[in-house]
């Protein structure tokens, strides 16, 4: 039974300078929703960190809250919190993948983000994953996103915005030659 497996937990993240988290919530099923943010803010206060909570109507809207975020503010990572539950139709599917995939697009272009977007067969499991007494993963989210900004910090400095940023010797104007641009 998955239940009875342990599984390593990483040290928590520690930080010289503040960190300050947006989580990006959908209270679509409210009590799974406040489980799963109670252990997100608990895994980020005792990490010393700051948030803020930003709730969305759906998981579909959290990649999108959380792209918008990163262009108009200054948090230094995300976390994804919500619950889709399987139903009788292939939209369970539908959110499941697109949520997903968007939170894995905006990763992979640099953000931290902490996916605790829970997607389960029925109620009883979304119950256990999101107690903070059980599984927690409102908190492994709130941790995976403080472990990658931890790592950003280690790594180098940030940089603004989403996608690939060139260093500004990279920029080049049509018709120059890369090593006589007066050529």
Request: aromatic residues 6%.
């Amino acid at each position: 039974m998955a239940g009875a497996e342990k599984h390593y937990v990483m040290p928590r993240a520690t930080f010289e300078a503040p960190v300050k988290l947006a989580i990006v919530i959908s209270p679509y099923y409210r009590d799974i929703a406040d489980n799963m943010l109670a252990g997100a803010t608990a895994e980020i206060e005792a990490s010393g960190g700051s948030y803020e909570v930003v709730e969305v109507p759906g998981a579909l809207e959290i990649p999108t809250a959380i792209g918008i975020a990163e262009r108009l503010s200054n948090f230094d990572g995300y976390v994804a919190l919500g619950c889709v539950i399987r139903g009788e139709t292939t939209h369970y599917e539908t959110v499941c993948n697109d949520s997903s995939r968007a939170l894995q697009m905006l990763g992979l272009q640099g953000l931290c983000i902490g996916n605790g977007i829970l997607t389960v067969e029925n109620r009883r499991q979304a119950e256990v994953r999101a107690d903070p007494a059980d599984q927690n993963k409102g908190g492994g989210a709130a941790a995976a996103a403080l472990h990658l900004v931890a790592l950003t910090r280690k790594w180098g400095s940030r940089r603004k915005g989403v996608g690939f940023v060139p260093d500004a010797e990279d920029y080049k104007l049509a018709g120059e030659l890369k090593d006589n641009p007066t050529a």
